[in-house]
């Protein structure tokens, strides 16, 4: 209890600091599609204005009830997704300094280990990237413990915590499906060599029925329900491509030809640089297979899912992956002895860490090198452009705006009251009869991103550079014009 206590201030200062770095980039326009995607899908369910389909069948399903559920109780405009990034970093970090205090760390030793691991730049990125990629973090600390947990008893409640971890990590974001599916082949290695020998597919059936039966209810569900809620999320191919060219982009082709092989070898080289106490632990406890064989799956399992989204194209940018460094890390202190007991090089390594998962990121992230180039300026423009809409708008009723191909002007709004979005009758009636009667209407750019996907844009090709009868320019950006009646 008293370790509890001591975690407060760390768990604190986690929080506060990821809020602001999160708030900054959230003022900037540099967050996600996905978080910002996620942000106005919650705010319009706050309103009133998302179908109950859409909300039991949104996914990633655990972010996106948690956004829901945490902006219903915070004030209007309040950047929710900001806010519950920044708790999972503080829970993280709390647990973590109450883990390390527990196997015996001196306090100091202890909070300095916490705050290189919670600033790791890894997770840095994910809280940054929103509560999705946070989950992701929170899962895989859980599924990493609970794999040590089990090699060492493997009883029920045992199996259920691994079971329930992947479950968590495939409702958090597709890269954490992406994690679930990977770890099934390497489950077997996880429990005692008597179970599996025994009864080695029974086990594995065991660990991943949970998960295996909620992906089927989801299914279900988005198939029953009218609107699965998807149109809320950037598609993950489309994320994938992004990442894809920024491999080629930085390697002049790719490393080795084969982008499922590049993602492999790029991710373990990342983990390496990330995680060298990681590294230093396994080495130590290579010819004990009780403390090993978890680490090794958990590090097989990082590196695999980001093959599998790569080689399949279905879970979007592997970025996410990274966290798997600081995560591993973590799991090895508070687990195998060797990695804690000579503290001066513990937070040795740990620092080391720190500035090889700086530089890693370049290399699992070329989104972050991107940032240079003028695609992604571009895009960051554009997104910019669809907040200042949103804040354009505020204070004005029946404005008609295609929000699920701009999430960001509900967002840069604040709200959904007032808008007439996708999901609103208005709005498909508007385009079904091609006949414009809102108050308001708001149209990109054609020759813009964000215009080349707009319903409005595609049914009224010349609203955006004449106008319509009976409307005036209210207001206008690099992307948007802004219309009104009158």
């Not at 599996?196 to 029974?202: T, V």
């Not at 700086?358 to 669809?386: N, T």
């Amino acid at each position: 209890m008293t370790h509890a206590f001591d975690a407060v201030p760390v768990g604190l200062f986690s929080f506060v600091a990821m809020l602001m770095l999160a708030s900054l980039m959230t003022q900037a326009g540099l967050i996600p599609n996905d978080t910002i995607s996620l942000w106005a899908g919650a705010i319009i369910a706050d309103d009133g204005k998302l179908s109950i389909g859409n909300i039991v069948a949104a996914y990633p399903t655990l972010p996106f009830l948690a956004t829901v559920a945490l902006g219903s109780i915070t004030p209007g405009g309040a950047p929710t997704p900001a806010l519950l990034a920044a708790s999972l970093a503080g829970l993280l970090a709390g647990l973590w300094f109450v883990s390390f205090r527990g196997k015996g760390i001196p306090t100091l030793a202890a909070g300095a280990a916490t705050v290189l691991l919670a600033f790791h730049p890894a997770l840095l990125r994910a809280a940054i990237a929103g509560p999705s990629e946070m989950l992701v973090a929170v899962f895989l600390f859980l599924l990493g413990n609970a794999l040590f947990e089990l090699r060492a008893r493997g009883a029920a409640p045992e199996v259920m915590t691994v079971a329930l971890s992947l479950l968590g990590l495939a409702f958090s974001h597709p890269i954490g499906a992406a994690i679930a599916c990977a770890a099934v082949p390497y489950l077997v290695f996880s429990v005692r060599p008597a179970l599996a020998a025994n009864s080695a597919l029974n086990v594995v059936v065991a660990l991943v029925f949970p998960a295996v039966f909620s992906v089927g209810a989801f299914t279900y569900i988005s198939w029953v329900f009218p609107g699965s809620g998807w149109s809320f999320y950037s598609s993950p191919s489309q994320s994938l491509t992004d990442w894809v060219t920024g491999i080629a982009d930085l390697f002049g082709g790719g490393l080795t030809g084969f982008y499922a092989l590049d993602a492999a070898f790029a991710f373990a080289i990342a983990l390496a640089l990330g995680a060298p106490l990681g590294l230093f632990a396994l080495y130590h406890v290579r010819r004990r297979a009780p403390l090993s064989s978890p680490m090794l799956v958990l590090a097989a399992t990082g590196i695999s899912a980001a093959a599998l989204s790569v080689g399949t194209g279905w879970f979007g940018d592997p970025a996410a992956v990274a966290v798997i460094a600081p995560v591993l890390c973590a799991v090895a202190i508070i687990r195998i002895l060797a990695a804690r007991e000579d503290q001066g090089r513990m937070l040795g390594l740990l620092a080391l860490g720190w500035f090889g998962g700086a530089l890693a990121l370049g290399l699992v992230d070329p989104r972050a090198i991107a940032q240079f180039g003028g695609a992604a300026r571009q895009a960051d423009i554009e997104r910019v452009a669809a907040l200042d809409l949103g804040r354009a708008t505020i204070g004005r009723s029946g404005v008609l705006v295609d929000t699920d191909n701009a999430p960001a002007v509900v967002v840069g709004r604040g709200n959904a009251q007032g808008l007439l979005p996708p999901t609103d009758e208005h709005f498909v009636l508007s385009l079904m009869f091609d006949r414009l009667d809102a108050a308001f209407v708001a149209v990109p750019n054609p020759q813009s991103a964000t215009g080349a996907n707009d319903r409005i844009d595609r049914n009224f090709p010349t609203l955006y550079g004449h106008g319509a009868p009976g409307y005036r320019l209210i207001f206008e950006n690099a992307v948007w014009r802004f219309y009104g009646r009158g």
